[in-house]
């Protein structure tokens, strides 16, 4: 909520975007403490595909930062895709795949092929230091496919597991992966029930 | 003993075989099995043929009274102005037909939306006019997660959708 209260948020949030909620989960609560609970982000296009997912709360930054990202990919895989279904979910996958990999993979999986990462955050020197080379030596979508893990990362930060899903499975459905995220990434139980008070 | 003599025996059987059976009723029962006048069996056929004649020209005109019409539907939207807007106005075309058409199916549909100063047509109002309210954030939150898309399909804007635990509408309880 920290982050959705922030003035440049609110901002560029709408500015950019229609803002909606809806409640999947619950939590119990004990007087004023909270037990269980959380939130996950959607950034979609209008026809219900996902082009982005924010797992779990983040600050401000971080969530300006994504919300900031997913816009400028869609409008350059527009651009790139010429009409293509399939050339925007192949862009949307590789940019996926470039995050993940600059900042997400685990040091000691980075630049190995077919390993899965980890490990949880990566430092930020280490992340600039990838931008960098990620920069300075560009490389095919093909090659970076073949780095991301196979399975689930189940070390990796929230955030990161986000963009392994949507490298694996580029523009999917809200309502098709909207419980994989809650129930596998965010380990929470999908119901309706109403909060409880105890 | 009487002599009274007795009637002389009925010949039974030579009755029966001499009989004269008088000659049948030849009198036609039907006027077509008569054989002195015209044969009018020559006017079934005349009769079924004018028939089919009929039913067939009754199909085609209903066919034709039922064919698809094609309508031109012109949408035109009004220019700002500082007037307050007027009602949307649904203009039905030219409804004369031809002869050849029985059915008064309009030809062309004009529908004249008019648009308000500054800002979107008339017929984007409904997702607009939703319940949008921030929850103590500076987030402009429509209340249903199938108006925003519809929404954003009307903006042409991207949706954030957020889903939570517990009630949004209630930060105590979210």
């Given at each position: 909520?920290?982050?959705?209260?922030?003035?440049?948020?609110?901002?560029?949030?709408?500015?950019?975007?229609?803002?909606?909620?809806?409640?999947?989960?619950?939590?119990?609560?004990?007087?004023?403490?909270?037990?269980?609970?959380?939130?996950a982000?959607?950034?979609?296009?209008?026809?219900?595909?996902?082009?982005?997912?924010?797992?779990?709360?983040?600050?401000?930054?971080?969530?300006?930062?994504?919300?900031?990202?997913?816009?400028?990919?869609?409008?350059?895989?527009?651009?790139?895709?010429?009409?293509?279904?399939?050339?925007?979910?192949?862009y949307?996958?590789?940019?996926?795949?470039?995050?993940?990999?600059?900042?997400?993979?685990?040091?000691?999986?980075?630049?190995?092929?077919?390993?899965?990462?980890?490990?949880?955050?990566?430092?930020?020197?280490?992340?600039?230091?990838?931008?960098?080379?990620?920069?300075?030596?560009?490389?095919?979508?093909?090659?970076?496919?073949?780095?991301?893990?196979?399975?689930?990362?189940?070390?990796?930060?929230?955030?990161?597991?986000?963009?392994?899903?949507?490298?694996?499975?580029?523009l999917?459905k809200?309502?098709?992966?909207?419980?994989?995220?809650?129930?596998?990434i965010?380990?929470?139980?999908?119901?309706?029930?109403?909060?409880?008070?105890? | 003993?009487?002599?009274?003599?007795?009637?002389?025996?009925?010949?039974?059987?030579?009755?029966?075989?001499?009989?004269?059976?008088?000659?049948?009723?030849?009198?036609?029962?039907?006027?077509?099995?008569?054989?002195?006048?015209?044969?009018?069996?020559?006017?079934?056929?005349?009769?079924?043929?004018?028939?089919?004649?009929?039913?067939?020209?009754?199909?085609?005109?209903?066919?034709?009274?039922?064919?698809?019409?094609?309508?031109?539907?012109?949408?035109?939207?009004?220019?700002?102005?500082?007037?307050?807007?007027?009602?949307p106005?649904?203009?039905?075309?030219?409804?004369?037909?031809?002869?050849?058409?029985?059915?008064?199916m309009?030809?062309?549909?004009?529908?004249?939306v008019?648009?308000?100063?500054?800002?979107?047509?008339?017929?984007?109002?409904?997702?607009?006019?939703?319940?949008?309210?921030?929850?103590?954030?500076?987030?402009?939150?429509?209340?249903?997660?199938?108006?925003?898309?519809?929404?954003?399909?009307?903006?042409?804007?991207?949706?954030?959708?957020?889903?939570?635990?517990?009630?949004?509408?209630?930060?105590?309880?979210?």
């Open positions: 909520m920290n982050a959705l209260a922030n003035d440049q948020v609110g901002d560029f949030v709408n500015q950019h975007f229609v803002a909606s909620y809806k409640k999947v989960g619950t939590f119990q609560k004990a007087g004023t403490a909270k037990q269980g609970g959380n939130v982000t959607y950034i979609c296009l209008p026809d219900e595909t996902v082009l982005h997912v924010i797992p779990g709360p983040v600050n401000a930054d971080a969530f300006l930062r994504e919300a900031r990202w997913a816009v400028d990919v869609y409008e350059s895989a527009v651009m790139e895709s010429n009409g293509s279904r399939q050339a925007l979910r192949n949307i996958r590789t940019a996926h795949a470039l995050r993940y990999e600059t900042e997400h993979m685990r040091p000691g999986q980075f630049d190995r092929p077919g390993r899965s990462g980890r490990s949880a955050d990566v430092s930020a020197k280490e992340v600039r230091s990838r931008q960098v080379r990620a920069m300075m030596a560009p490389q095919s979508a093909v090659e970076l496919n073949d780095r991301m893990p196979r399975s689930q990362p189940n070390g990796v930060s929230l955030l990161g597991q986000g963009h392994w899903l949507m490298w694996s499975d580029p999917p809200l309502g098709t992966v909207y419980k994989t995220v809650w129930t596998q965010l380990r929470e139980p999908l119901t309706d029930i109403p909060v409880v008070v105890r | 003993m009487s002599k009274v003599s007795l009637p002389a025996p009925i010949r039974v059987g030579r009755l029966v075989d001499t009989l004269s059976t008088p000659p049948l009723e030849s009198k036609p029962t039907h006027p077509i099995a008569s054989p002195g006048e015209p044969r009018t069996m020559s006017w079934v056929p005349i009769l079924l043929v004018w028939g089919l004649f009929l039913l067939f020209s009754s199909v085609g005109v209903l066919a034709a009274a039922f064919a698809p019409v094609r309508q031109k539907v012109t949408v035109t939207v009004g220019l700002p102005t500082e007037q307050p807007p007027p009602e106005v649904l203009e039905i075309g030219p409804v004369a037909r031809l002869m050849d058409d029985p059915l008064p309009p030809r062309e549909v004009k529908v004249v008019w648009q308000r100063p500054g800002g979107t047509p008339a017929t984007a109002e409904p997702a607009k006019e939703s319940a949008c309210d921030r929850f103590g954030t500076k987030i402009d939150f429509v209340r249903s997660q199938s108006v925003a898309f519809l929404a954003a399909q009307a903006d042409q804007r991207l949706v954030v959708a957020l889903h939570v635990a517990g009630n949004f509408e209630d930060t105590g309880f979210t």
